[in-house]
């Protein structure tokens, strides 16, 4: 059985295949589909290595490493899924600061002329509706001054209109877009995307968007230090005043420029944003096409044996699971922040589809607890543009069952008391359930479904069998009845 080294991608999928977690795909494989449909149709299943990509020898693309949150676990050597958050949360309150080296595994290969992404990457088109072949596995990376001192880094897509420019989705409020348009708004800015890291830099890099914990000049690489156990190393890019993830299979070095760009041709020709189809995205719908800054590659380096792609869907397990991980922690740390020791745990259904909402397991512990749930839930959707609900419940519900997350709510929130909208709020350009002419406002709700503390004794009790029974029951009489 493999060591667990996670502190690259290689160590990774050494340890998963020891464990029975990888499957390696040694049949041709087309870049454009097929690939995106063998992930979506094995998304509950195995990691994916593709070792033999149609137009791409010598290139291996990795898929679905996140699919499985009893994986994700594995990878930190945590025995429950559920534990992962709180090993989160302690790398979030203690930091492992990155570490610089002189030379690094991404820049075995350096290319700086006749660049053209395509060439280079199999870059995946994912429906025949997409815009194109959408680049969404990357991690951008901006450090020091750009970032108010600190490291930042995320999933954000990117499409390559040209064979060595493009444009990377990062408006307000993320943190990407406060350095685009608000820190640097007439400055160019360099930064680097970098593919297939560590997994502990994936999950700091797919949840970091509750400012009120992960603000503007954090430290988000020694998030991912803290994660993995140790600093994540990074190197000087060749062609940029920027840094790259050592342990990264492929680097796009550039910089964004002071000029924008639609992200397709068809946004261009139409000149407005919002109406162009994209690729299917974390909602569950197809994305649509906006305007950003220009993106301009200045060089591309990557490891010389075999280097790894990666390709994550951004609607499937893997996408979610990418972005739930972390958000999580941050969650459960907006409500000890709030009030100590209240909420005992917090999960994001899978309905919520990543960013729509997360529910709170809490215990009340005396009078003096009635009011501070509240206080939690307002603090939880303020912390997370995009969030659209924020339900709360007893101990003694299943948040990671939305049966009985939707019994809470059906038999403990008096709607009247219960709920609480709050209007017309900044959510993301991905918002859709409001008018076309209007998708980045929307209202928020709370949703309390606990028993209040004045009259807990008198709330009906619930007609139950206690598990320690019914496991006594099936080991009695399972044979007789199934035999």
Known sequence: MAKRDISSIRGTLEFLKGEGELLSITQEVDPIYEIAGIEKALEDGPALLFENIKG???IRDLGNLFATRERAAKMLGIPDFKNIKFHLMDAINKPIPPKVVKSAPCQEVVVTKNIDVFKEMPVLKHTSRDA?????????????????????????????RGGNWGTIMGGPPTHLGVVSYIDF???????????????????????GNVHSIIPQGADELGIAGGIQGSPIE?????????YSIAQAEWVIEGYIDTESAWETEEAEKLGEGGKAPFFPEWPGYLGRAYRFRKFKVTAITHRKDRPIFFTP????????????LLKEACMMEVAERVMPGLAVDCNV????????????????????DEGHQRNIMTAALAS?????MVVMVDDDVDIYNADDVLWAISTRADPERAIEVTRYTMSTPLESSRPPGNRVHTSRCVIEACRPWEWKDEFPIVAETKPEYARQVKEKWARRIWS
């Open 384 to 388: 997370n543009p995009g969030i659209r």
């Open 56 to 58: 791409y020898p010598g």
């Open 349 to 368: 259904l899978h309905g919520f589809s990543v960013n729509g909402g997360v529910v709170y397991k809490i215990r009340k512990r005396a009078a003096w």
């Open 185 to 207: 708004r007439k400055e160019k800015v360099p930064w680097t995307v970098n593919v297939c890291t560590p997994p502990a830099v994936m999950m700091a890099a797919g949840g």
């Open 234 to 242: 990074i190197v000087k890019a060749k062609t940029q005043d920027a």
């Open 313 to 324: 869907l951004a609607h499937s397990f893997e996408g979610e699971y990418l972005v739930t």
């Open 132 to 160: 194109g072949r959408i680049l969404g596995g990357g991690n951008i990376l901006v450090t020091g001054k750009y970032f108010r001192g600190g490291s930042h880094i995320s999933f954000n897509r990117c499409n390559f």
